[in-house]
């Protein structure tokens, strides 16, 4: 069903709502009417089968559907914490059940990706620290209805392989892309490269930082978009109250050493989408103090390729020690859709299109 037509069917009954969003009783979702109308709601019923949840990753299938998953058990890092996933439609949403517990570890950061053929993969990280992270992979033929066994992304690797939060990229030159860190001691992001649809990767260098400049760990969960051919950028999560971006003349293979952007981060998670237009599309969590709040959650658009954020809109927000974080951005045509933790008790989700999204922008 096509997007203003989904809104149109909602219309009769969802909910019209402006400022703070109060959690929904039940999965349905809610119309958010701020000059612009956009699809709002959250992903499962509560209570839930996990005490708390946190790090969402979010698919449109190329049935029309969505999936989402996160990782959920008692509290992050907990041994019982596994990876769930639900899919549906506004609305219309399956239970969350529980897609990846290979052992009695720690699962974190889940991450859907779809391969052009409609190969699903969802890759995620297993260990009891992050360290000592390994990342695992499985693959579905039939949106998601069955599984194959998880397996290593790169064998006996430890500190983590692949994407470590946000969904890989698909360059012109047909390279697979992820966004990847380590986190002992110093934090250091890089690029793993697939040039063989996921089979095997190789890591880029390490971004390159002013130590001397920086008060904390470092940088890490890149996010990724290629501009023109050959040409990569990513934006960094950082511990300095900023984001950080890096830029590849080169396909992603070397990077430009990490330089601080305009646009404040309280060492939390990010997302970028890129339009078919060029115009960007980042959520992040518009705090400027290191380990600061995560609230509101917001959208800021360039329409430069990230040399300037112009326009921004909160699309959750609540009191600073609320949490509306870590979100995963996606877009296919002119509409974007977000998932999001929910003060670590539910994922919630925002979809709209670009012109309803400008039209409700704010001058940031």
């Given amino acids: 069903m096509p997007f203003k037509s989904m809104i149109a069917l909602c219309m009769g009954f969802l909910l019209s709502c402006t400022g703070s969003r ?69 609305g219309n949403w399956s239970d969350p059940v529980s897609i990846a517990k290979i052992r009695n570890d720690a699962h974190w950061n889940p991450v859907l990706f779809q391969s052009p053929g409609g190969q699903i993969f969802l890759y995620f990280k297993v260990g009891k620290k992050i360290p000592s992270w390994e990342t695992w992979v499985k693959t579905s033929d039939d949106n998601g209805q069955t599984w194959t066994e998880a397996t290593e992304l790169v064998k006996d ?77 990513m934006l ?4 300095e109250g900023a984001i950080y971006r890096s830029d590849s003349e080169d396909g992603g293979r070397s990077w430009s050493p990490g330089y601080k952007t305009g646009l404040p981060n309280p060492n939390s998670g990010i997302d970028l989408t890129r339009l078919p237009d060029g115009t960007l599309v980042l959520a992040y969590n518009p705090d400027s103090t290191n380990w600061g709040s995560r609230s509101p959650l917001s959208l800021a658009i360039s329409f ?27 877009s296919f045509g002119d509409t974007i859709a977000v998932s999001y933790t929910w003060n670590r008790k539910d994922i919630a989700y925002w979809i709209g299109t670009k012109d309803a999204l400008l039209q409700a922008a704010k001058d940031r």
């Fill in 22 to 90: 109060q959690k929904a009783d039940s999965n349905d979702t809610e119309m958010k009417t701020d000059d612009a109308a956009f699809v709002t709601g959250h992903f499962f019923k509560t209570p839930a089968p996990f005490a708390e949840c946190h790090a969402s990753t979010i698919l449109r299938l190329q049935n029309g559907e969505y999936m989402a998953a996160w990782f959920g058990g008692e509290k992050e890092g907990t041994d019982d914490v596994g990876i769930w996933m639900v899919k549906g439609t506004p």
């Fill in 157 to 233: 690797d430890k500190g983590g392989r692949g994407p470590v939060r946000n969904k890989p990229i698909i360059t012109s030159e047909g390279l697979w892309i992820a966004g990847a860190s380590h986190e002992e001691g110093k934090w250091d992001a890089f690029a793993d490269i697939s040039a063989d649809e996921g089979h095997t990767w190789k890591a880029s260098p390490y971004i390159v930082l002013d130590r001397k400049e920086f008060k904390g760990k470092g940088v890490i969960q890149p996010t990724l978009w290629e501009s023109a051919p050959g040409k990569v950028h």
């Fill in 236 to 239: 960094l999560r950082s511990s």
């Fill in 304 to 330: 430069d390729n990230g040399v300037t954020w112009p326009k921004i809109l909160d699309i959750d927000s609540g009191d600073k020690k609320d949490e509306f974080s870590y979100p995963g951005i996606i």
